[in-house]
């Protein structure tokens, strides 16, 4: 591990007090922190350790890291896959307690490696119009890695590039109809391709980070943890787990559960085990930005453009976490089908009923992954409250 993979990377909108600001890490593509300005106050919306190096500690594994080569659980063992008429096969390595669950990639997933910090106009799976579009963007990163074949016996050497961006309020910068401010945005696109002709190889990436926006307040102890925040998600069902927490195949209505997330206290309902369930959005229509795409199409793409511009994702949010006592709000966009931290559920190639996008995520030779994460800050003052 090399002290650079540890040193923060700093993004920042452009101000001497910038309305939002995000410290990166090159060790997993983790997210130190995130720093708005409201009200005169700093906020960090993050939790986690204070000291970059401590994301090294067993207690904080997987904390506001990238998750993959495939996010959440998969069965121990040796699968068949295909895609496109091409066949592989894979071994899904154990990395649990419990020695039928594989976490997160394996034993040595995308969280815990060193990433390549790349200027945007190096990054190799974006078109040039894309990088018109990323230019225009105020503070950008992208980040590289390259998995070999076999690694933790996913087949296929995977090209990975994942940029991260903040975007400028823009002419939505007050909705005085809300009496919100809006403080920017921050995006995560995540690209992929295999290397090799004739693979195939189950993907399924986003970031594994947790928020509170409430603990810088240093109020009582009810703003150390996120019971008082209010949920709002677009989630018809869940996705059944068995005892070992993979999926059966099957989903789960949430009308009348604690499931039911619809702008109530996270706190009200809340079981006795905790929220570790996997929920499926129902998008009122179908993303205009598909989860994967031929690579000769590259060159004459530009989906950066739409999540600059807002113009093809305006549309109610996924899933909006707020705080009544810090006047913050997050409201998150996606293009995947599912939230835990927004990817495609779990195993889908295994359990196609519980993908109601039809995304089985597997990724074969000749294609592109593509999965954004948009994440828009909004304020509201206390007068407004």
Aim: glycine share 8%; hydrophobic share 35%.
């Amino acid at each position: 591990m090399s002290s650079a993979a540890f040193t923060p990377l700093v993004l920042a909108l452009p101000s001497l007090t910038p309305s939002l600001a995000i410290e990166l890490l090159p060790h997993g593509v983790t997210v130190h922190k995130i720093y708005v300005q409201a009200d005169g106050k700093t906020h960090d919306l993050l939790i986690g350790p204070e000291n970059p190096n401590d994301f090294l500690s067993q207690y904080h594994k997987y904390h506001n890291t990238i998750v993959g080569r495939y996010t959440n659980r998969l069965p121990v063992g040796t699968h068949e896959v295909e895609r496109n008429g091409i066949k592989s096969q894979f071994i899904a390595k154990g990395n649990q307690i419990d020695p039928k669950v594989s976490l997160h990639g394996g034993p040595k997933g995308f969280d815990d490696v060193d990433w390549e910090v790349v200027h945007p106009s190096q990054a190799t799976l974006f078109s040039d119009e894309e990088k018109v579009s990323i230019g225009s963007i105020p503070s950008t990163v992208v980040f590289r890695y390259t998995s070999p074949d076999g690694d933790q016996g996913f087949p296929g050497t995977l090209l990975t590039e994942v940029l991260v961006g903040l975007l400028n309020p823009g002419q939505a910068g007050i909705d005085s109809a809300k009496g919100e401010y809006h403080l920017g945005s921050i995006l995560f696109v995540y690209r992929a391709k295999l290397l090799e002709e004739g693979k195939v190889t189950p993907i399924n990436l986003t970031q594994h980070w947790g928020f509170n926006l409430e603990a810088s307040l240093q109020g009582d102890e009810s703003t150390l943890n996120v019971k008082n925040h209010k949920l709002t998600m677009k989630a018809g069902h869940t996705v059944e787990l068995d005892q070992s927490y993979l999926s059966t195949g099957n989903l789960s209505a949430v009308q009348g559960t604690h499931h039911q997330h619809s702008s109530k206290p996270i706190g009200e309902g809340f079981p006795e085990s905790g929220y570790d369930e996997f929920y499926v959005f129902e998008h009122s229509a179908p993303t205009p930005i598909p989860t994967r795409f031929p690579e000769s199409e590259l060159s004459k793409t530009d989906f950066i453009q739409d999540l600059v511009y807002s113009k093809k994702t305006k549309e109610e949010p996924l899933v909006e976490l707020s705080s009544e006592k810090s006047g913050l709000k997050l409201s998150f966009s996606s293009n995947p089908a599912a939230f835990l931290e927004f990817h495609e559920p779990l195993a889908a190639w295994l359990n196609p009923a519980t993908s109601p996008s039809g995304n089985d995520t597997l990724l074969a030779s000749g294609e592109l992954y593509n999965n954004f994460v948009k994440v828009d800050v909004t304020y509201k003052n206390g007068d407004a409250l």
